[in-house]
C-alpha cells in the first residue's frame, strides 16, 4: 500500500470532571487525509481544503507529528499529505488532534504497523504541543484508540481504553468565536484546595465507574467540574444558559468541550440528543453569534481508514 485516506475524528476532551485525563471520539464530524509514501525524504503538506493553515511542516501539527514517528522509524523515504480540514481550528472539538494522530496513524498503516497505538499517541503529542504548548494527550488519544479514554499517568505515558455505553449520544455546539487552547491554559489557576480536589477525583471515579456499568444516572451526577469550568466559561458567551437548559431537555450533563468555544452534552438515546440539539440551537438563536450543532453517537473505533 502506498496512499491511504483515512476519517480522523472530532474529539471531545476533559469531559467535565477529567482535564487533561480524559477523552472521547465522536462519528459525525472529523477531518479527511489522505497521505502517500514518496521516495523522497520527510513530510510534505501538499494541500490543505476546507482552513486556512500553514503546509511548512514545521508550522503544520501533522507535520511536526509526521516528523517525529519518521525520525523513529528507519524509514528512508517520506510522506506527502492532504488535508481536508473540516473541524475549525479553536473550536474545542480537536482540530489539532485529528490532523497530529491522523498524519501518525496513516504513516504507521503505510508502514505496515511497526508501532503500538501509545507510540502514536506520543508522536501526535508532539502536533498538540505546537498547536497549545501542551503535549496534552486527552484528545489525540482518543482519537487513536477510539471511545472513551483516560490518561492515567503523562509520565510514563499510561492511556487506559474505558468502554462505551451503547446508548451514550453526544450533543455538541459550536459558537463560531475562536477560543485558543494556549490562551484558555492560561487563565487557569495552577493550585486547587483539597476541598476542589475531593470533589473532583470522586466525580472522575464516577464517571469512570459509569461507563463502566453503563449507569447513565451516575454518569450524569458524574460530569460536574468545580474547577476549571467556573472560570473558562466567562469566555462563552450563554454558557450558563446552554447547560441549564440541555439539562432541561433531559441532557446526562452538560458541560464545556475541551478548552471551549463548544459545548458538549451527553445524553441518553438519540431522541434525547437530538432535543437537547434543538435547546442549544434555540438559546443561541438571534444573539448574533453564528453556530453550528452536532449530535452524534461516541466512535469506538476512533481513526479509520475510508480509502
Ligand atoms: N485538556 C485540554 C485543555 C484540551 O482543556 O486545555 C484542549 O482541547
Known amino acids: 500500500m502506498s496512499k491511504i485516506t483515512v ?83 479553536g473550536s474545542g472539538i480537536g482540530s489539532s488532534a485529528a490532523s497530529s494522530a491522523g498524519a501518525v496513524w496513516a504513516m504507521n498503516e503505510l508502514l505496515d504497523r511497526p ?8 508522536f501526535a503529542m ?34 487506559v481504553p474505558l468502554p462505551t455505553p451503547s446508548e451514550l449520544v ?51 451526577r458524574s460530569l460536574e467540574d468545580h474547577i476549571v469550568e467556573p472560570i473558562r466559561s466567562i469566555l462563552i458567551p450563554l454558557f450558563g444558559n446552554v447547560k441549564f437548559n440541555a439539562l432541561e431537555a433531559g441532557a446526562l450533563g452538560c458541560g464545556i468541550s475541551g478548552s471551549g468555544p463548544s459545548i458538549f452534552a451527553l445524553s441518553k438515546g438519540m431522541e434525547t440528543a437530538e432535543r437537547v440539539a434543538q435547546s442549544m440551537k434555540e438559546t443561541y438563536t438571534g444573539i448574533g453569534i453564528p453556530f453550528d450543532v452536532h449530535v452524534s453517537r461516541i466512535n469506538t473505533e476512533g481513526i479509520k481508514q475510508i480509502g
Open 126 to 159: 508532539q502536533g498538540e504541543n505546537l498547536a497549545s504548548g501542551t503535549a496534552h494527550a486527552d484528545n489525540v488519544a482518543p482519537a487513536i484508540f477510539g471511545g472513551f479514554t483516560l490518561v492515567r499517568s503523562y509520565n510514563p505515558l499510561d492511556i
Open 7 to 89: 476519517f480522523c475524528p472530532a474529539t471531545i476532551a476533559n469531559v467535565s470532571c477529567g482535564f487533561d485525563v480524559l477523552g472521547l471520539a465522536l462519528d459525525s464530524v472529523g477531518d479527511l487525509m489522505t497521505v502517500r509514501k514518496s521516495t523522497e525524504k520527510g513530510i510534505r503538506i501538499t494541500k490543505i481544503v476546507g482552513q486556512e493553515l500553514p503546509l511548512e511542516t514545521e508550522k503544520n501539527v501533522a507535520g511536526i507529528a509526521g516528523n517525529a514517528l519518521l525520525e523513529q522509524s528507519g524509514y528512508q523515504g517520506g510522506f506527502e499529505i492532504e488535508i481536508d480540514k473540516r473541524i475549525k481550528p
Open 115 to 122: 508501532f503500538s497505538k501509545l507510540e502514536l499517541v506520543q
Open 170 to 220: 453526544a450533543t455538541v455546539i459550536h459558537p463560531q468565536i475562536e477560543i485558543k487552547t494556549s490562551d484558555s491554559r492560561k487563565i487557569l489557576k495552577t493550585t486547587i484546595s483539597l476541598k476542589k480536589g475531593i470533589e473532583q477525583w470522586g466525580n472522575v471515579g464516577g464517571l469512570i465507574a459509569g461507563l463502566f456499568k453503563s449507569d447513565y444516572e451516575l454518569i450524569g
